[in-house]
């Protein structure tokens, strides 16, 4: 069998191997080892529980290195065991290939011509989902997979689907909570919010109906692909895009950022102002708990800057809370008569709040309506003076 040198010795210099995870696809199995083969020798290979003659297949490739399921246990697992095995092994790096057929194993060139220009990234291979005999639930499902690991890692990808993809496995998370499809999901997902560059390159695709096999049960498997993704969004508005938020703060320092991100931003100066309303808004609204991602999910809705949006939402942060709630009641006291005496000064006491709540919860609004719009329209007219003065200079 020929080999291609050249991609041979340099997976085997940058310690790269394939995993091949496989469940009934007898049909195409042979072709896909066979042509990975011409590559590189180091390869994986994952037998889900196969009930057809894929045990039988791999019988003559004993030279290669095989973990066999007793039965079925997911695609996720499958590739997840592959990934232990290859540590094992001391690999740096993964390269999966699906055993369906739809994949060319002429583009592990691709990946590895990538990994030379940049070290420790995550790539997965890029299909053209418009060309014949692409099923349109794939397409679909893909367009769908790409807006949710935007909206939850910030990174747009143009396919966040395909199973031809290139892992630094000492980089990845090392424990998952998903085992079936979905875990190409979570691992792209996690590993962004790690740090670690996801990013396409381009591949082929082949979709032949007459021999490919998908196991995708499109109610069960798309039900757990939305719970997945309704708890990486949660994680997301609640912990990461705080995190990477202040982690920013913290890099540029307040000056800077405000320079950069307010000043500076490409947005017009309506929709900083709106961002900026939203976020005092929000912040002194009584939505504990929840104000990040209410202001975050509304941002994106509404088209406004989150960074801008996300940072005048603080503005109910600790040292300022006592004056946020006293203002809330003292308004509110205007509004609703209460039958509980509250005497409005530093005394008060969270029990205190409890017993006036109708008080606080429409004084709180109000507040925070009137000072959303100062803040607006303050912030408008500044932005508008700053680049006035600016155009003049």
């Known amino acids: 069998m020929h080999t291609s040198f050249p991609v041979t010795e340099r997976m085997e210099q940058y310690k790269v191997c394939v995993v091949v995870p496989t469940y009934n696809n007898h049909k195409t199995l042979k072709r896909v080892l066979d042509s990975v083969l011409q590559y590189t020798s180091n390869v994986i290979v994952v037998n889900d529980g196969s009930t057809d003659t894929t045990s039988q297949i791999l019988e003559s490739y004993s030279h290669l290195v095989q973990i066999h399921h007793s039965k079925n246990r997911g695609k996720g697992m499958a590739i997840r065991n592959g990934f232990k095995k290859a540590l094992e092994l001391d690999f740096n790096y993964a390269i999966t290939i699906d055993s369906d057929g739809q994949h060319f194993a002429s583009d592990i060139t691709g990946f590895i011509d990538a990994l030379e220009n940049e070290t420790d990234v995550l790539l997965i291979g890029s299909r053209n989902m418009t060309q014949e005999n692409v099923p349109k639930k794939s397409s679909f499902g893909n367009k769908f997979s790409n807006f949710w690991f935007w909206f939850e890692t910030g990174n747009k990808l143009e396919d966040t689907q395909s199973g031809f993809r290139m892992y630094p496995l000492r980089k990845i998370p090392k424990h998952y909570f998903t085992n079936k499809f979905e875990f190409e999901i979570e691992v792209i997902v996690r590993s962004a919010w790690k740090g670690i560059p996801v990013k396409n390159i381009p591949v082929q695709v082949l979709y032949d109906p007459e021999e490919r096999v998908s196991h995708f049960r499109p109610f069960k498997d798309f039900t757990r692909i939305s719970i997945l993704n309704t708890v990486l969004v ?100 205007f509004f609703v008569t209460s039958d509980k005496s509250l005497i409005l000064n530093t005394d008060m006491t969270f029990a205190d709040i409890q017993k006036n709540i109708a008080q606080y919860v429409v004084g709180s609004f109000i507040l925070a309506t009137f000072m959303a719009v100062l803040f607006g329209f303050t912030s408008y007219l500044l932005l508008s003076l700053v680049g006035n003065y600016k155009n003049k200079k």
Do not use: H, M
């Open 234 to 333: 949660t994680i997301a508005l609640i912990y990461i895009k705080p995190r990477d938020f202040y982690r920013k703060l913290k890099k540029k320092g307040l000056k800077k950022f405000f320079l950069e991100n307010v000043l500076e931003s490409s947005d017009s100066n309506a929709r900083k102002a709106f961002s900026i309303a939203l976020g005092v808004f929000i912040g002194i609204c009584p939505f504990w708990g929840f104000q990040t991602i209410l202001v975050l999910s509304l941002a994106v809705l509404l088209k406004l800057n989150k960074a801008i949006a996300f940072a005048f939402s603080n503005i109910s942060f600790p040292p300022l809370i006592p004056f946020v709630i006293y203002g809330s009641l003292k308004v509110g006291s």
